[in-house]
């Protein structure tokens, strides 16, 4: 079993759709969570990053952690067209501890 | 004012060739990564360092060599390029400690022929 599972799509969905986008993991010892965005040809850019269970809400875009069940989530509500990009959670245990370890990322299409 | 910049953006060489790419950050981290992102787009980390020091290297050929001649500074140099070295490189920087969010550069492009 891989580290870190996210399906990686396509998705392809209509502008102002919900989208959900997850992630399992394995690796109990991980205690921050992350997500990325990439655009095509381009680096991926943090998004959310979250510490332990809970949730993070930054405008549209909300992350959940739920470390019980070793589930991850991103929301973005009111999707726009320029959400088009891979979205990849990241994990790692923090501290001295400098591995990040990614998803394989999920390709997001809005359609306007 | 680009926080984590790497040069050059594409690199188009032959097999058998050496080529190193470089990649500079501005943002006072004293922690640098290289990952490699393959065709599906998976991005695995390839070696870390912090403050000029060696901390992580994971399964790579010892034909990657990586140099940190500072702690802005975290070079790639690549011996003997095979065809499946294609790729796009990522340069990464992040502090030391706390959740380790990692700021990426644009990434080079290599395609070996």
């Known amino acids: 079993q891989k580290e870190v599972e996210q399906d990686p799509g396509p998705l392809s969905v209509p502008e102002g759709a919900i989208v959900s986008l997850n992630c399992t993991y394995s690796?109990?010892?991980?205690?921050?969570f992350m997500w990325y965005r990439q655009y095509s040809r381009k680096g991926p850019e943090l998004l959310m990053y979250?510490?332990?269970?809970g949730n993070k809400e930054d405008g549209r875009f909300t992350a959940q952690v739920d470390k019980s069940s070793k589930y991850i989530s991103l929301f973005i509500r009111d999707s726009q067209p320029s959400d088009s990009a891979t979205y990849l959670c990241a994990m790692s245990r923090g501290g001295s501890n400098y591995k990040l370890t990614f998803g394989k990322g999920t390709l997001l299409t809005v359609n306007p | 004012d680009t926080a984590v910049s790497q040069t050059p953006k594409y690199l188009v060489t032959q097999m058998g060739n050496d080529k190193s790419i470089k990649c500079e950050q501005n943002?006072?981290?004293?922690?640098m990564y290289w990952y490699k992102q393959d065709s599906k787009k998976f991005l695995k980390i390839m070696f870390s360092?912090?403050?000029?020091?060696?901390?992580i290297n994971e399964t790579v050929p010892n034909r990657f060599s990586p140099k940190s001649p500072d702690k802005a500074h975290l070079n790639l140099h690549i011996n003997s390029l095979e065809l499946g070295d294609s790729a796009v490189y990522f340069c990464?920087?992040?502090?030391?400690?706390?959740?380790?969010?990692?700021?990426f550069g644009p990434g080079t492009r290599l395609t070996v022929l």
């Open positions: 943002l006072g981290h004293d922690t």
């Open positions: 979250t510490y332990s269970s």
């Open positions: 990464a920087s992040s502090v030391a400690s706390g959740n380790n969010e990692q700021f």
């Open positions: 360092y912090n403050n000029k020091e060696l901390i």
């Open positions: 690796n109990s010892a991980f205690q921050y």
